[in-house]
């Protein structure tokens, strides 16, 4: 989909030359993000920017879907992609709609198509359109304003999109939420996306593939996986950390690891005493409460032993439900935090599709460390 072949920028003359990007080649499938890694000054962005010909290419060559860019006119091929950055950059005077709608408007789209777009794009990243549409960004906090610069990328529906720390400028809570969204967007829209950050964590929950750079060099082309397992040489070993064992938590899903049939599970309308007893003959610890399919929380034996009713008049709530793209280090900080080994997992509408425990985590990655050590 994108492929550099030999890629060099080089800024300055004489003795005041520097060169940002040196001879960098790998190629980027389609339908994959691939995170750009490394410190400031490493070369990533300026990466990016050779690829939508923001910056002016020294030597090499770039192709997108086999064309060479440079054959390619400059201003068509930005609006062929997708561009999201770390300042956001809305436009403060135009509403929301307005913002969304820029690149659909210089691409000669009808005004319906474009307003249905928006619209799509708004619930997808879940801003109500009728409450947001319409809205100025200073109206709304900055995860939100960090979402309508996503949507905006994705305005014109764009193949290949560019990122350059889209999330960086927001809270640690908002930005593990909206890289959440981008996840699940993704899974169903399947943009190529090459994504700047500097952030580990960030590029192995984000990343198909991870390439690190330094000094302008491209050291590592690799999976997280092989990243994490395997690094080429002591300046990855030490960038990704000496808890890199640690950080494979950040590659497994929760879809990877939960029961999808526990057999724990009990209907609201239950009679309490019927629970309680199926709790003792079972051996169990605690029973998950349903109702029209939807987790209302769990119970143990201690809450329903004097509650005669139905049982869901006993049920103590979850500190949060998990989805099913949360990592198992989001999910093992939550146990971790409110001492619980015993987590609920629902899908985009709430719907329960299984349990999440200590035990399948501690499964899952010793299961992940056997098929590496196989391979």
């Known amino acids: 989909m994108i492929e550099y072949a030999n890629v060099t920028k080089v800024f300055g003359s004489g003795p005041n030359v520097v060169t940002a990007v040196n001879d960098v080649t790998f190629k980027i499938e389609k339908g994959h993000v691939v995170a750009f890694l490394g410190p400031s000054g490493c070369g990533k962005t300026t990466l990016l920017r050779l690829t939508n010909r923001l910056i002016p290419l020294t030597r090499g060559k770039i192709t997108v879907n086999g064309r060479d860019i440079l054959s390619e006119d400059a201003v068509k091929l930005r609006q062929s992609m997708g561009y999201a950055i770390q300042a956001i950059g809305l436009f403060p005077n135009k509403t929301i709609y307005e913002n969304i709608a820029t690149v659909p408007r210089l691409l000669g789209w009808k005004e319906d198509k ?6 799509e794009l708004l619930t997808m990243l879940r801003l109500e359109p009728g409450i947001f549409r319409d809205r100025y960004p200073a109206e709304l906090s900055g995860g939100q304003q960090q979402r309508v610069g996503v949507a905006r990328s994705l305005a014109a529906d764009p193949e290949i999109v560019l990122m350059d720390e ?61 990243i994490l397992t395997r690094p080429k040489n002591k300046y990855i070993a030490d960038f990704v950390g000496a808890d890199r064992a640690l950080k494979v938590l950040g590659l497994l899903r929760t879809k990877d690891a939960m029961n999808t049939n526990p057999r724990n ?12 007893k199926f709790l003792e003959e079972k051996g169990l610890k ?12 769990y119970v143990t034996p201690k809450l329903v032993k004097h509650e005669n009713g139905p ?9 949060r439900f998990i989805q099913r793209y949360d990592t198992l280090r989001d999910v093992m900080s939550t ?17 329960f599709i ?8 501690q499964s899952s990655i010793l299961d992940a460390y056997t098929d590496e050590e196989d391979s």
């Open 354 to 361: 299984g349990t999440i425990s200590l035990k399948n985590i």
């Open 166 to 226: 889209p999330f960086g400028a927001i809270d640690p809570i908002n930005r593990e939420e909206i890289q959440n969204e981008f996840l699940r967007i993704q899974n169903e829209l399947k943009k190529t996306i090459a994504f700047v950050t500097h952030d580990i964590h960030e590029a192995i929950k984000v990343g198909d593939e991870i390439a690190i750079f330094q000094g302008g060099k491209l050291i590592q082309y690799d999976t997280p996986e092989a």
């Open 311 to 319: 049982v869901r008049n006993a049920v103590d709530t979850y500190p």
């Open 335 to 351: 146990m971790l935090m409110q001492d619980m080994q015993t987590l609920c997992v629902v899908d985009d509408n709430g719907d």
């Open 114 to 119: 474009i307003r249905e777009r928006a619209d």
């Open 265 to 276: 599970i009990v209907k609201g309308s239950c009679d309490a005493q019927e629970v309680l």
């Open 286 to 297: 605690h029973a998950i409460v349903v109702e029209n399919n939807k987790p209302l929380g």
